[in-house]
């Protein structure tokens, strides 16, 4: 049976410990609306989704509006047993906004994985393995982020992700600070969020090899939109560049990768319109060998365990940045997988595993 019933959106915003900065964008708390699907049968499936504008162009009022006025009307009434069809008609409804996809993907899984009484990992044909996440630094000053990141790993993460894309080829002597202050041990991932030209992500580049700053990759140097500067730096830096808002469907996955604009791809599901749409990236660039990473926006724990469930059962996924609930002072969500500082891992709940009590949370 599985017959949608009801669906309801609720806002949530649960605040960080520290502002979150980066060349895009300066937030003080993980924002989101929850999305609760009930079928026939009585279960219940959670999907969440963060307004991202500066990215994915959608705000709280038009996540709420597409699911309320859209894509809930469409799909009540739909089976999630007929799985395919259910989550295609989601696709279908309109045109972009992919949070609002996102959230309710996330919710239809959650209620499939529950009919089976199996995790969702296991429904996506993992085994449940461990996932280990960087942790953000964020774009402050060179001696904050310095300090920052040593508190990071004496915190024990073993991953940073350093923001950077304001300040040109000053940006290479604040992760050449940060080197110094973490040591050599240390893996450092850079995110420009599109913060600089093509020559000028070159010439940053450059510098931090020549500092021997270690970088195991840079993330979006230039703009989502310029696939031919993303690949013009491509080919003129050792260090592995990683596609991010250039890729938000399975079509932009075949584009970086024909083109050879990047070494690497960035699966995010508030881009990809959730889990159905990101598999078909994993399998693209699995066809094609190129490592991807799991990645989200600022999310809280809901979302970004369902995240952490797709990362745990492809192997094409080698590389997480699934921190968002370690920045969170409070947390809405009990049960689920489990958040120990890097190291995500999961327990045998079915569905995502997440739970939402309402009257504890307002």
């Excluded at 469409?74 to 972009?96: C, H, P, W, Y």
């Excluded at 199996?118 to 300090?147: C, F």
């Excluded at 020549?210 to 989502?224: I, K, R």
């Excluded at 604009?261 to 699995?286: P, V």
């Amino acid at each position: 049976m599985l017959i949608i019933k009801k669906i309801t959106t609720q806002t949530l915003s649960v605040p960080l410990k520290t502002p979150f900065q980066t060349a895009l964008r300066s937030v003080e708390s993980a924002d989101g609306v929850l999305v609760r699907i009930e079928t026939a049968d009585d279960l219940i499936g959670l999907g969440q989704a963060p307004p991202t504008a500066v990215i994915t162009g959608e705000t709280i009022e038009s996540i709420t509006s597409a699911i309320v006025k859209y894509i809930a009307p469409n799909i009540i009434g739909l089976s999630v047993a007929d799985f395919e069809g259910t989550a295609e008609t989601v696709q279908r409804t309109m045109i972009k906004n992919t949070s609002a996809k996102a959230a309710v993907d996330m919710a239809l899984y959650d209620i499939l994985a529950q009919s089976l009484n199996i995790p969702l990992y296991r429904l996506l044909g993992g085994s449940g393995k461990a996932v280990e996440s960087d942790v953000t630094i964020s774009l402050n000053e060179p001696r904050q982020m310095a300090a920052d990141s040593l508190a990071a790993v004496n915190a024990g993460y073993r991953i940073l992700k350093v923001k950077v894309g304001k300040g040109g080829v000053s940006d290479a002597q604040r992760v050449a600070e940060i080197r110094r202050a973490v040591g050599p041990e240390t893996q450092l991932r850079v995110d420009a969020n599109q913060g600089w030209t093509p020559k000028e992500s070159i010439r940053v580049i450059q510098r931090m090899e020549d500092l021997g700053c270690g970088v195991t990759l840079v993330e979006q140097p230039v703009s989502a939109h310029d696939i031919d500067g993303l690949r013009y730096v491509t080919q003129r830096v050792n260090t592995p560049i990683l596609a991010d808002e250039a890729v938000f469907s399975p079509q932009d996955a075949m584009t970086i990768i024909h083109t050879g604009a990047a070494d690497m791809i960035n699966i995010k599901l508030m881009k990809t319109g959730g889990i159905r749409e990101a598999l078909k990236i994993c399998d693209i660039a699995a066809a094609y060998g190129v490592p991807c990473m799991m990645g989200s926006m600022l999310e809280s724990r809901l979302s970004v365990a369902a995240a952490a469930h797709l990362a745990s059962a492809r192997s094409i996924i080698s590389m997480a940045d699934l921190d968002g609930p370690m920045l969170c002072a409070s947390d809405p969500f009990t049960e689920g997988p489990l958040f120990d500082g890097p190291l995500i891992s999961f327990t045998d709940e079915p569905g995502i595993g997440v739970k939402y009590d309402e009257g504890s949370y307002r």
